[in-house]
């Protein structure tokens, strides 16, 4: 049907070819990789530097904006009660009434105590499935973008991607690496909170222990989305995420769908 489209020269709107701009009801985090795939840095985004693209299928799989739904840390245990005091909230895992809101500076040593007293959380099974998907997505794409030279700064991203996740992890489980990956974002984040970066508090909160402490009803807490845009370390110029890419990235998508996946391609 989207090839009839076409050809008839309806003008499809980006995202029937899989492109689309990340919503900005939820926080997003840049986390930028080296060469090896190893995680340099954590940073906040902004509305200014939003980023301008990504690529869903039609399980709602995102990348390289991918989106998490469950906290990193394990928040159910008696030892996680010190940190939501500190987050302002009261036994009953409510916001205490009457309270003022924690300051950045709070939120900030709460969040460092949070990573320094809480274990990692073992992710659900729906969160692991998500995984091996966004590993084929990623696989996927980068297949696609080989000998695309116009759109090279998303191709490197997807194999800086592949390294970081299978770095030293030869003979190990999807699992284990999952667990690295993890182990990689809360270390980079505590780093990023101890370094005073502005404006990461309330993503980093989401990241680490969530919205809300659990409950029987909410085994999670309450319900959250937090996006995280991977990107490469350099900021050379030559964004992944800027219109430019995206344009080339739909134009270079659209020549596949008229042409096959081996036919053509607009960075010829």
Known sequence: MLRALERAGVELPSFQRG???????????????????????????????WPAWTHLDGNQNSFPVIRLAEPLLETGSERASAVWRALGFNESGERKAGARKPSQAELRTALSDAVATLPRRRPSKKARDDWRRLRRKAARLRTMLVGCGELACVHELTRRFRMGAWRSAWCR????????????????????LSAGVSGLEEAAQLLLVGKGP????????????????????????????????????????????????TEGSACE
Not at 20 to 40: F, I, M, N, Q, Y
Not at 179 to 192: E, F, L, N, T, W
């Open 19 to 49: 492109i689309a701009t990340p919503g900005k009801s939820s926080p997003c985090v840049r986390v930028r990789l080296r060469e090896d795939g190893t995680v340099s840095v954590v940073e906040a985004v902004t509305p200014d530097d």
């Open 173 to 192: 489980t999807e699992d284990d690496v999952l667990d690295d990956v993890s182990a990689s974002i809360v270390a980079s984040v505590k780093g990023a």
């Open 214 to 261: 659990p409950s029987q009803r909410n085994p999670m807490g309450p319900k959250f989305t937090v996006q995280v845009a991977l990107d490469r370390a350099e900021a050379d110029g030559n964004r992944v995420y800027s219109m430019d890419s995206r344009r080339r990235l739909e134009a270079f998508l659209g020549a596949s769908t008229r042409s096959g996946p």
